[in-house]
């Protein structure tokens, strides 16, 4: 019994130890309170007031940072609204984008062209910017998008005073359309090249000539239509000896007389007479080989082919 009373008391010692003292009321100011400290609190005490004074350092520099800027704020006025190029005028857009078109900078000019395509699409300046706008396109290499503007202006003004001029923008369009980075330093033989392209501006430049026979770009239109159909004529003929090869015969004499037919006086003309002669040979219509030989010796008399044709034998 004693022993009990003796650790109940032991108990009672420890956890009044640990416990703040309590002070009557009127007896002074109550004494302040010892922690006992694990080494772990320890640590924790003295890492919170070495993060007192970064605390009070990261708020001084945010308070810093927050009046240079209202301070800024304050220095610079707010842009007037009017100001901004969404908001010119139509004919201050056009001539921003004029000025910057003659100075060469294509790019900043499609900005403002496409601002007053979208803000006054009807106003007097639109059909004009519309094809200047295809025009800075092409220059910049973007090819399909430069069309879609131009098929938009022909459509929407096909009375337009510049109309032969849109034609003759689409046909210099589909003429480089093929021709990349890659083409212009390592060159290519153009008829090698996929005709879909050349085939559309030969179109193009001959419907520029057929509707207007006095404009100014007919003499380059020609030109250039006659360098397209040399360009057809040996893409055909470069087919036909696809065919010749394959052994597909019959194919290769209808790609011939294609070209005999539809290019003639072309660079492409003695080749073509030349495996029709052939095809016609190995088919066995030794009527129509002779016709297409005959052909070849009187307009060609020197070409080789003549003899290669004579030594051709069907096994």
């Known amino acids: 019994m004693v022993r009990s009373l003796a650790g109940a008391a032991a108990v009672f010692v420890v956890w009044a130890g640990s416990q703040p003292a309590r002070m009557p009321a009127g007896l002074g100011p109550r004494p302040a309170r010892l922690p006992i400290l694990s080494c772990a609190g320890e640590v924790r005490v003295r890492l919170n007031q070495l993060g007192r004074p970064l605390r009070r350092w990261t708020r001084s520099v945010v ?7 209202l301070a800024a704020c304050g220095l610079w006025p707010e842009k007037d609204p009017s100001e901004l190029p969404e908001n010119w005028p139509e004919e201050k857009l056009y001539m921003a984008a004029k000025d910057r078109l003659e100075s060469g900078s294509c790019a900043s000019a499609i900005e403002y062209y496409e601002k007053l395509q979208a803000r006054y699409p009807f106003g007097p300046y639109a059909a004009q ?17 430069a069309l879609a503007t131009i098929d938009r202006f022909l459509k929407l003004n096909p009375t337009h005073a510049h109309t032969d001029y849109a034609f003759y923008l689409r046909g210099l369009i589909n003429f480089n359309l093929d021709m990349g980075m890659t083409a212009r330093y390592l060159p290519r033989d153009p008829s090698q090249r996929d005709p879909g392209a ?18 100014k770009y007919v003499t380059d239109s020609q030109l250039r239509m006659r360098y397209l159909r040399n360009i057809l004529a040996q893409h055909e003929v470069n087919v036909a000896n696809f065919y010749m090869r394959r052994g597909a015969f019959i194919a290769a004499a ?22 029709l002669a052939k095809s016609y040979k190995v088919l066995e219509l030794d009527d129509l080989s002779a016709d297409a030989l005959r052909v070849l010796e009187l307009n060609y008399p020197n070409h080789p082919g ?3 044709v004579k030594r051709t034998q069907v096994e």
């Open 129 to 145: 910017a519309q094809i200047e706008l295809a025009y800075c396109q092409y220059k910049s290499e973007e090819g399909p998008a």
């Open 63 to 69: 308070m810093l940072c927050l009046c240079a800027t």
């Open 198 to 215: 050349a085939l559309q501006a030969f179109n193009d430049f001959s419907e520029l000539i057929r509707r207007f026979p006095e404009s």
């Open 306 to 308: 003549i003899e290669e």
């Open 254 to 275: 209808n790609r011939s007389r294609y070209v005999v037919e539809n290019f003639q006086q072309t660079p492409a003309m003695p080749e073509a007479l030349v495996l």
